[in-house]
């Protein structure tokens, strides 16, 4: 089965995923591209920069920013398929020889026509930051699926574990699900949940997660291609939205004794 992947430029909290799925599942599927866009998509970078820093602190944000720029430097560095790390995803891709391009809005007419000829079965949203609209939704035979990591519909939206942890939440959970034009409201396809440990952070939450949901993901590929998966349909009276917490509420997290960093 061949997959296309839409994702965002993110080695802190998307690259998790993509190491895990790539060293485990490569040669098991045939990935055809992978395209990520700007982090956070259209955001404002100033906006984006003054809201993590109300999330993480000064000092959170500090160790952020030289993680990030640590990444950028080691991944311009050679590695093989097989290497005990990789530090951005376009290196990760340069060692397993997976096609990857940086784009902007994926709904543009000129990427929904690359993505015409290279002919995917399937396409796949890791944490991609735009809606996707037609056509490119119905472009791939098998359709196009989102991972979500939380339960659906309940928290629907923005920052997903950030509002788990908030509301006291012993687990965090993951919806694999088909996109519809309506966000977070196509047929789910796969639901689980792993423990949240006690005094895990909320950095910690979400990169472990990320790597599990690699192997969720693998899953409903494989009921995809045999043709053996279950969709249902979400019951949306259970729904609920959530954007990026206000600064109120993020000192309300705080206040609760959770951490983000």
Same mark, same amino acid.
């Given at each position: *089965? !061949? ?19 790539? $060293? ?36 959170? *944000? ?17 590695? !093989? ?5 990789? %530090? ?13 391009? $940086? ?44 991972? &979500? ?7 629907? /939206?923005?920052?997903? =574990?950030? %509002?788990?942890?908030? &509301? /006291? ?16 409201? /196509? ?27 690699? &192997?969720?993901?693998? !899953? ?12 249902? =349909? *979400?019951?949306?009276? !259970? ?19 959770? $951490?983000?960093?």
């Amino acid at each position: *089965m !061949k997959i296309e992947f839409l994702t965002q430029n993110d080695p802190l909290y998307v690259l998790p995923f993509f190491d895990e799925f790539v $060293r485990s599942y490569a040669s098991e599927f045939e990935i055809l591209h992978i395209a990520t866009c700007p982090t956070m998509g259209k955001r404002s970078r100033v906006q984006m920069v003054k809201e993590l820093t109300q999330l993480y602190g000064v000092m959170g *944000m500090t160790r952020l920013v030289s993680r990030l720029a640590f990444s950028k430097l080691a991944g311009l560095l050679p590695r !093989k398929s097989g290497a005990s790390g990789y %530090w951005t995803l376009a290196q990760l891709c340069r060692a397993y020889g997976i096609a990857y391009t $940086r784009i902007g809005n994926p709904n543009a007419p000129e990427f929904v026509d690359s993505v015409r000829g290279r002919a995917p079965d399937l396409l796949v949203s890791v944490a991609c930051p735009y809606i996707l609209k037609e056509p490119l939704l119905s472009l791939a035979p098998k359709g196009a699926i989102n991972i &979500h990591h939380a339960p659906l519909p309940r928290y629907k /939206g923005m920052m997903p =574990t950030f %509002w788990q942890m908030y &509301h /006291g939440e012993k687990t965090v959970g993951l919806t694999i699900h088909y996109m519809a034009a309506k966000l977070d409201e /196509g047929q789910v396809l796969l639901q689980e949940q792993q423990p949240i440990v006690p005094r895990e952070t909320l950095d910690q939450v979400i990169r472990r997660s990320k790597r599990y949901g690699a &192997h969720a993901m693998a !899953k409903v590929l494989r009921q995809l291609r045999d043709g053996t998966s279950s969709p249902r =349909t *979400m019951d949306q009276s !259970k729904g609920s939205y959530y954007t990026f917490p206000t600064t109120d509420e993020i000192k309300e997290f705080q206040r609760r004794g959770l $951490r983000a960093i």
